[in-house]
């Protein structure tokens, strides 16, 4: 009896809540008082006092200007500023980088810029801050984690126009490397469910192109393998081979936004765990989410030591009420909902509702129709903001030319933002995922 027979089938991660919205294409759906706090949030960043440095003033004369070293800054300009043929004696101020706002628009007819009421995923308040390192590997002539390759494992993507399935519009045809269907066993890895072209979407829709919304790795080349069919669900076998298929061909990334039930065991998956290695031997970082049973331990296979395991955030900096915690949680990243119940935590008021996570993609009933649905939430959202960032700072330079998956995970632990109690622990891992801080060639490697 093959051992697929015998396990129970995996589903993804990502919960369906709320009600479908209304047909009509390009919907999208978040009322606008929470759009408001995400933009309140941005501005209240870069309305932050003014930062110079510390004993520096500069100073102005006929000759030009120059950086004058004085013990206090204050008094020491305004001593400067007294002597003769100073035009001019001041702080050395300095500028923080405002990122990159790209102008997409969110659904059809928003504004320029539209995007930040919906993706408040990729601001700096509760987000991943996507602009500062939009900017940041614009700088280094690698914008968007450009040469970079992310496999995602999944329902298949919206990659090409074949038969009943078209291409998102969101996507651009030069997105994609070769992938596979594990689920048909062809080379076709349509999606005929949406799940995987959401996931698809958060790392890499079409950015700066005036439409539709933004992705966080904008840039990287997208391998798409079919592992889930159209209901979310894949067997140890299939998703074994597409682990295998994407390590074997290049990936430098993978993607797994699905779990096992919290009853399967490493014994009972040992094909995907011999997999999981054998990628990690190939150099290919392996990127799971936490599961949304709103369990005490990490769901299989995110579990897996070899894997990079990634619990959610709401949009108020609080856990999500149904993600998985525990010792074998690496880091969060948001994935939208409601908050939990974690007394003592200043972002969290238990059962608080907070905006889904939204990109583009089309409902299984309509594969045609392009749509920004708001139902999609869950630890399924949250791990492809850790994928795409690995594949950020992969680009970015900053680890060498040829990260391991180690260095690659430490780096995104070391940046991440800590949240509950201090240090790493099981609500939040090492902390919320900062794409900014993991791609910021100032901050140290440690
Ligand atoms: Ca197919
Ligand atoms: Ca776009
Ligand atoms: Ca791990
Ligand atoms: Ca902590």
Redesign the pocket.
């Known amino acids: 009896m093959p051992l697929r027979s015998r396990l129970p089938l995996l589903a993804f991660s990502a919960i369906f809540a709320g009600a479908v919205a209304a047909p009509a294409a390009w919907a999208g759906g978040a009322s606008s008082g929470d759009a408001r706090a995400a933009s309140a949030a941005l501005k209240a960043r870069a309305q932050e006092p003014a930062q110079y440095r510390v004993g520096e003033v500069v100073v102005r004369d006929r000759s030009g200007a120059r950086v004058v070293r004085v013990k206090d800054v204050a008094r020491g300009a305004r001593s400067l500023s007294r002597r003769p043929g100073v035009r001019s004696a001041t702080p050395n101020y300095v500028a923080r980088l405002s990122g990159w706002i790209p102008p997409?628009p969110g659904p059809r007819g928003g504004e320029i810029g539209g995007w930040q009421k919906l993706q408040w995923n990729f601001l700096p308040a509760t987000g991943v801050d996507a602009p500062n390192a939009w900017a940041n590997l614009a700088r280094v002539g690698r914008p968007g984690g450009k040469g970079v390759v992310v496999a995602v494992l999944d329902t298949g993507v919206a990659y090409a126009n074949r038969g009943p399935f078209h291409r998102s519009p969101?996507f651009s045809p030069h997105r994609f490397v070769k992938g596979w269907d594990f689920v048909e066993d062809d080379p076709y890895p349509n999606d005929d469910n949406g799940h995987g072209t959401h996931v698809a979407s958060t790392i890499a829709?079409?950015?700066g192109?005036s439409?539709?919304?933004?992705g966080l790795a904008y840039g990287v080349k997208v391998m798409p393998v079919k592992v889930l069919d159209s209901e979310g669900e894949g067997d140890s076998q299939q998703i074994a081979r597409g682990i295998r298929f994407a390590a074997k061909n290049g990936a430098h990334v993978i993607n797994l936004s699905f779990e096992f039930p919290s009853e399967i065991t490493r014994s009972q998956i040992p094909n995907i765990l011999d997999a999981i290695s054998y990628a990690r031997r190939q150099g290919t970082l392996v990127v799971g989410a936490s599961g949304n049973a709103a369990a005490a331990a990490v769901a299989y296979p995110a579990r897996s030591r070899d894997v990079l395991s990634v619990g959610a955030t709401t949009q108020h900096g609080c856990q999500a009420d149904y993600s998985n915690e525990g010792a074998d949680l690496d880091l969060v990243a948001p994935g939208g909902g409601v908050d939990a119940a974690l007394e003592g935590d200043p972002n969290c008021v238990a059962a608080r509702p907070g905006m889904d996570i939204f990109q583009m993609t089309f409902r299984a009933s309509a594969p045609g129709r392009f749509t920004i649905p708001s139902e999609y939430i869950g630890t399924s959202m949250a791990a492809p903001h850790a994928a795409a960032t690995a594949a950020l700072v992969i680009a970015s330079g900053i680890l060498g030319p040829d990260p391991t998956p180690a260095a690659i995970e430490r780096r995104l632990e070391t940046t991440a933002v800590d949240l509950g109690p201090p240090g790493l622990d099981p609500h939040y891992g090492a902390g919320r995922l900062n794409a900014a801080r993991a791609t910021d060639p100032a901050i140290p490697v440690t």
């Open positions: 997409d969101d829709e079409g950015t192109n439409i539709g919304l933004t």
